[in-house]
């Protein structure tokens, strides 16, 4: 079992950055494929990025992509989303979550575990 909890969410002007953390406990990281998803008032939990077990191989939603980067510590047990160049678009409830599978993985129903999700929202 994995407990995942995610942190550095807030309100922020757009134009401005955020770093989301998700700290693990219960079982080490370092096992599984990593994944940030989001999801917004009245819409559908979407993929937002996703890193390898070794973190040296990370994917990308296409809005995102030049904006934000997944990183992890696998000594810290901890996995970030630095979110730049934020829009007011980018506003939802970010979601981490912890894969058993191998490579990277954008799908949210090939995830084992998830956190609670923390709250970002870009005001205009």
């Known amino acids: 079992q994995v407990q995942l909890v995610e942190s550095g969410g807030g309100l922020v002007q757009a134009g401005g950055s955020l770093r989301l953390s998700c700290a693990a406990s219960?079982?080490?990281?370092?096992?599984?494929?990593m994944g940030w998803f989001r999801q917004a008032l009245g819409k559908e939990r979407e993929f937002v990025a996703t890193i390898s077990k070794s973190g040296a191989i990370t994917s990308y939603e296409e809005s995102v992509k030049g904006r934000f980067t997944i990183s992890r510590d696998n000594i810290k047990n901890t996995v970030y989303l630095q979110m730049n160049s934020l829009k007011p678009e980018d506003t939802a409830v970010y979601y981490c979550a912890a894969g058993g599978g191998g490579g990277l993985i954008t799908a949210g129903p090939e995830y084992d575990y998830w956190g609670q999700g923390t709250q970002v929202t870009v005001s205009s």
């Open positions: 219960g079982r080490t990281l370092r096992y599984y494929v």
